[in-house]
């Protein structure tokens, strides 16, 4: 965010210290040392200097700007996605070392992704299952079931539909007796959603590319859930949902309020 004339006030996300704002002197003005460390999706070493109110930033070394990301701007904004859905879900001064790795890890990811979607719905979820409201995928939340992960469908409980209310996937029977909302989910999708929470070598998720039938599903499943468990939507995903149809000519600004 654009402080005074030329400082801005940027949001950090330490591994030792969690989520803080600080400020940085100068750092609009295009001749200075902090303009380019300070843009969005930097990886730092940072000298912070103790101030009134926050701290400042007085020196610091880029260690990594994901420069495979800026090359795209598709990665770009799925990349700020992040960023801004883990924004949304974390608290000040929280450390959280899990979370930062998650980050970081996806970030790297992104840049050789075979789909960088699938990339980002695993993110999702992994940030979902840290944060404690992961969807529920092993038994029906109506019911309480067990769904057969396996086979997905021995002895007729196979999940049917998605409950964005119950916060996961119901059984048939429960997705024909129940009146509220639900999306269709097919098995082979929830099983997509349910590697995609725990797949954590780095190659395997880049190589991953998910049908597009199970990508649409998985969209609009976990759309639903986190704007019910965040209670409104997150900023940037009317960008990427934009970017995705070739509908950008349609907004008014191509970045994200966050991200500029
Ligand atoms: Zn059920």
């Given at each position: 965010m654009p402080l005074g004339e030329t400082d801005k006030i940027v949001t950090l996300f330490a591994r030792e210290y969690g989520k803080f704002n600080i400020i940085a002197k100068g750092a609009r003005r295009t001749t200075s040392r902090l303009a380019g460390a300070t843009e969005p999706l930097m990886l730092l070493k940072a000298l912070l200097a103790e101030g009134m109110n926050l701290d400042v930033l007085t020196q610091c070394d880029i260690k990594e700007s994901f420069p495979a990301i800026r090359a795209d701007f598709g990665l770009y904004l799925r990349a700020t996605y992040c960023c801004e859905l883990l924004d949304r879900m974390s608290i000040e001064r929280d450390p959280d070392i899990e979370t930062f790795d998650l980050l970081l890890s996806t970030l790297y990811i992104?840049?050789?992704a075979a789909d960088s979607d699938a990339v980002v719905h695993s993110f999702e979820l992994k940030?979902?299952?840290l944060a404690g409201y992961a969807p529920m995928m092993d038994a029906c939340p109506r019911c309480d079931q067990m769904f057969d992960t396996v086979t997905g469908q021995d002895s007729g409980i196979i999940e049917a539909a998605y409950s964005p209310m119950r916060g996961g996937a119901l059984c048939r029977?429960?997705?024909m007796a129940t009146r509220e909302e639900v999306m269709a989910i097919s098995p082979d999708a929830a099983t997509w959603m349910r590697r995609l929470a725990v797949e954590d070598n780095a190659r395997a998720m880049a190589e991953i590319v998910l049908p597009q039938p199970i990508a649409?599903?998985?969209?609009r499943?976990?759309?639903?859930?986190?704007r019910l468990r965040l209670e409104r939507d997150v900023k940037s995903t009317a960008f990427l949902d934009a970017y995705r149809v070739g509908a950008m000519e349609n907004l008014s600004d191509p970045l994200p309020p966050d991200a500029r």
């Open positions: 992104l840049q050789r940030l979902m299952g029977e429960c997705a649409d599903q998985l969209n499943s976990l759309r639903s859930h986190l």
